[in-house]
């Protein structure tokens, strides 16, 4: 796994385990590298939080994660209600 490897190279000691599609859980020799471990993962493209212990940790300025899944949802949503009319009079528009 990329991380595992790039994580030795830095000599953190981690070791990841993948949980589900969305989870990574990840168990550290030493506890003192946590805050170096936080920041590796925050800037990886496909890190979108952190939890450790009770603490969900993102990026700054990020919405929590249910916020911006439940976002999607709605625009799904929105885009699927949409009547074929409707979707046939944007099309004559644009020609």
């Not at 830095?10 to 590298?33: A, K, P, W, Y």
């Not at 439940?70 to 074929?84: A, C, G, H, I």
């Amino acid at each position: 796994m990329k991380w595992t490897k790039i994580l030795r190279t830095g000599s953190l000691g981690v070791r990841f385990r993948g949980v589900d599609l969305n989870t990574i859980m990840f168990n550290m020799e030493r506890g003192q590298h946590t805050t170096e471990l936080k920041e590796f993962a925050l800037n990886q493209p496909e890190a979108y939080d952190i939890k450790i212990g009770d603490q969900v940790l993102r990026r700054p300025g990020d919405p929590p994660l249910e916020e911006v899944v439940e976002k999607l949802q709605n625009e799904k949503k929105r885009v699927e209600n949409d009547s074929p009319a409707e979707s046939n009079r944007h099309l004559k528009e644009e020609l």
